[in-house]
């Protein structure tokens, strides 16, 4: 047997009898609950190698990888581009990691006390009554948005109302956590300039509408200007609106979405409030509702009391759990640390900044890059595609030779209004240099796809992975490192 896989065996196994784990009787009563038929026989196979190569091992993989910390990040509907330090430096306070879900409330009134705040500061940035930080995500907020307005309308015994009203513009999550919701998608079309036809909603709207899912600015990056209209003619329906917070950040400090009529809304700590994506890994899609709507939130939720405690409810007409405990708390940390960083008045800010970055490249960039829409956008905006057509040179090649200037590719053909989408945000925290030099390449791409297309067409051609078969990847990905090893 080999040497450390050993020792680490003993120590899990026989050694553990006379271990004693840090004074945590959680994890204790778990250990000792393993059914000794259920505990690993024999050591996992796995490499063998010394910590000097697994540390090598990872650092170059972390620079092979394109994030945050070593280059832009244009991607659109994506938001942060920024994960401040700090913010991990708070999350990894032992103060909070030693925490146990199911430990007694009243020894973890500090933890208590920032979920509390940053429900506190989210309802008053959003215009709204109380808000739940138990979604996992923005994905995860609808759904928990969705049940909410369903057991609105059971409620008041209006249950016939199963329809829910979605954009053509909107996110691939919209009508997907509608569906989920039990919801049926009825689709309002845009005008040309992207916003909603509000001509085209009227008829739409009748007793079996449960409400509207809304982005405002909307996927294309352009603010509904119709919105006090569409919130009354919806609410006249007996609808609630629902309001989809990916695109908060150029309102932020500036406009609610509770001001404009919105009931239910969720907020993508990953979006606005710089936690990171985390590929795939733990997010958080706070929900909030208007006055009124507070009962239906999830379980559990954190109360405050009159003499300054706080307290774990359970709810009796909430809509019932939707995550683990109160969600993934290290995230709120994290946006906590940021909303405090910015403060009051700096987070007033963040919108300007961010729709004046978003117009800065825009029209430094529209002589190269077709603009379907023009006119000032918010934080975001959509090229579609090269200006000239007749290179032949797509907006996959555009991204893919971006990669070999060091910048990572904007969103490509998101949103599906336009052939060739091309959408770019690059939120408050860059500075102009920065944006200079992504103009500058962005203008150096278009030149060789007029003057040298095929080296377009081919990129990536500098970085360690070439082109790649996306259909084979798809269809037989490889997802064991034997598999990779046996294929050479
Ligand atoms: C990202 C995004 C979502 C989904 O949020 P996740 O946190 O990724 O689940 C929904 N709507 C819009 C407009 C988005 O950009």
Known sequence: ?????????????????????????????????????????EPADLPEVSELDVVRHYTNLSVKNFGVDTGFYPLGSCTMKYNPKINEEVAAMSA????????????????????????????????????????????????TGLMIMRAYHAMRGDDRRRKVIVPNSAHGTNPASAMVAGLEVVEVKSKPNGSIDVEDLKPLLNDEIAGIMMT???TLGMFETEILEIAQLVHEAGGLLYY????????????????????????????????????GGPGSGPVGVRKGLEDLLP????????????????????????????????????????????????????GPMATLNANYIKESLKDDYLLPISGVCKHEFVFDGLKDKSTGVT???????????????????????????????????????????????MHKVAKEAR??????????????????????????????????????
């Not at 940390?333 to 007033?348: D, H, R, S, V």
């Not at 990129?459 to 294929?487: F, G, S, W």
């Open 451 to 488: 003057e040298t297309p095929d080296d377009v067409k081919n990129a990536p051609l500098t970085t360690l992975v070439r082109k790649l078969d996306e259909t084979t990847a798809a269809k037989n990905p490889i997802l064991n490192y034997k598999t990779l090893k046996a294929q050479g």
């Open 395 to 441: 907006t996959l090649n555009v991204a893919k030779r971006l990669l070999d200037y060091g910048f990572h590719a904007p969103t490509i053909y998101f949103p599906l209004l336009f052939h060739e989408s091309m959408m770019i945000e690059p939120t408050e925290t860059e500075s102009l240099e920065t944006l200079d030099e992504f103009i500058e390449v």
């Open 1 to 41: 047997m080999k040497y450390y896989d050993k020792l680490i065996f003993e120590l899990s196994r026989e050694g553990r009898k006379g271990y004693e784990l840090p004074a945590n009787e959680f994890a204790k009563g778990s250990l000792d609950a393993i059914p000794a038929d259920l505990m690993r026989r």
């Open 96 to 143: 909070f990691t030693g925490l146990h879900p199911m430990q007694d409330e009243k020894t973890v009134q500090g933890a208590l006390e920032v979920y509390y705040n940053l429900q506190e500061a989210l309802a008053e940035l959003a215009g709204l009554g109380e808000f739940t930080l138990n979604p996992y995500a923005g994905a995860h907020g609808e759904l």
């Open 244 to 279: 989809d917070g990916a695109n908060l950040n150029p309102l932020l400090g500036k406009v609610r979405p509770g001001d404009m009529g919105f009931d239910i809304m969720h907020i993508n700590l990953h979006k606005t409030f710089s936690t990171p994506h985390g590929g």
């Open 299 to 350: 379980n559990p939720r954190v109360k405050k009391e009159a003499d300054g405690t706080f307290r774990i409810e359970w709810g009796k007409d909430s809509l019932g759990s939707i995550s683990a405990y109160l969600g993934n708390f290290g995230v709120m940390l994290k946006a906590y640390a940021y909303i405090l960083t910015l403060g009051k008045e700096n987070i007033k800010n963040v």
């Open 216 to 218: 405002n600015p909307n």
